[in-house]
Each structure stands twice: as C-alpha cells, then as structure tokens.
C-alpha cells in the first residue's frame, strides 16, 4: 500500500499527515551530529541509520521470554533502521507462541510504514496488555513486515544474539538497545525531533 492510495476523498487528511511527517525530522542519517556518540570497535551508530528506514534481515537468534513462557524463538527477524533510533525487531508470525496473542483495538500510524495493529500476551488470567505491534497493511517499502510482529522490550525478556535487550526509553518507542549500539538514542528528553 503506498500513501498514494489515500488521495481522494477522505483520506486526503492521510497524505498531508504522512508528508508533513516526513518532512519533519530534523536528522536523515546523512551526517552524524556533533553530539552523537562515536561508535566503539563491534558498534553501530544509530546515526547511520536512514530516513526512510531501512529494513534489514537478521540472523541471529532472537528470543523473546514473558516470565517463564517463551513467546518466540527466531532467526529470521527483520531490524528496521531508523536515524536515532535503536532498531525494532520485527519477528514472523510464524515463530510466534500465537495461542498467546490476542488483538486489540487499538492503532496508530507510522509515516514510514503505515497503520499498525496492536497486540496483548494473554496465558489463562495473566496478560501483558499493548505490548506487541505489526503492520499487517504496510506502505510501499516495508511490506516485508506484512506478518511480522514487534514488541516493546520493557516488560519482557528480550535476547538477540545472546545479547540482553534493554528497552528505548519515552514508552511510545520500541527500539530494542544491545551492546552493539552507540546512541544516544531517541526517547530521551528533548530528542523529540531527532
């Protein structure tokens, strides 16, 4: 699906959304700023990352623990790169424990990918509310993500590599940070137009 599709009628709202949005960042990952960390030996700078993100498959085993349950094992994820942003993981649905997953009502809309679908952890009476993403419709450039999902590493345990997740920080963002990372990254205060 391409922005393009919303140009008549009621979704003309849509594009002028996605255009302005795109055109509203200040960094595209042309040039790193003066304030970025150098990256060490083994690291990558967000600061490298484009806009628009780049999607990049990744081979490294990919576990993702809610207490004591396994929600997905995997080596066929998908980081998407962003300028600023340590990189979401989004995992096939196919490696997902599905019988644990439940939709949710909820949505937003990303000016890259396009409008996201929400999801919850839900095992007998215990869930973990909101805390998976996916874009089952995506725009042109990402339709890789099609049956993938993500999810925010704040309440799970999160592994790539063999590598511990720490989770972005500001809560609306899903960036997953390794080791292998040099930042800072957006989330912090004041990186709203990182």
């Keep these: ?3 393009r599709r919303y140009q008549s009628g009621k979704y003309a709202a849509v594009v002028d959304h996605v255009h302005s949005a795109r055109n509203g960042w200040r960094y ?7 304030f970025a960390d150098d990256p060490n030996a083994g690291q990558e700078s ?3 990352y484009p806009r628009p993100p780049r999607l990049a498959t990744d081979t490294r085993e990919v576990i993702v623990r809610w207490g004591s349950r396994e929600v997905v094992r995997t080596t066929r994820a998908i980081r998407v790169l962003e300028t600023a942003h340590p990189p979401s993981f989004y995992l096939p649905l196919i ?3 599905r019988h644990l997953l439940r939709s949710e009502s909820g949505s937003s809309f990303c000016e890259w990918k396009g409008p996201a679908s929400y999801w919850s952890l839900v ?3 215990h869930s973990l509310l909101n805390v998976g ?3 089952p419709r995506p725009f042109a450039g990402a339709e890789a993500l099609a049956d993938c999902i993500a999810f925010y ?3 799970l345990d999160c592994e790539v590599g063999g590598l511990k997740v720490t989770a972005q920080s500001g809560g609306f963002y899903g960036g997953w940070i390794t080791p292998d990372l040099a930042g800072p ?3 912090v205060p004041g990186s709203g137009n990182w």
Excluded: I, L
């Excluded at 595209?28 to 003066?34: C, I």
């Design 46 to 48: 967000v600061w490298d």
């Design 185 to 187: 990254f957006k989330g």
């Design 1 to 3: 699906m391409s922005p």
């Design 123 to 125: 095992d007998g009476d």
């Design 28 to 34: 595209y990952g042309q040039e790193r700023p003066a």
């Design 153 to 155: 590493p704040a309440q």
């Design 95 to 97: 490696d997902v424990a």
């Design 133 to 135: 993403w996916s874009y």
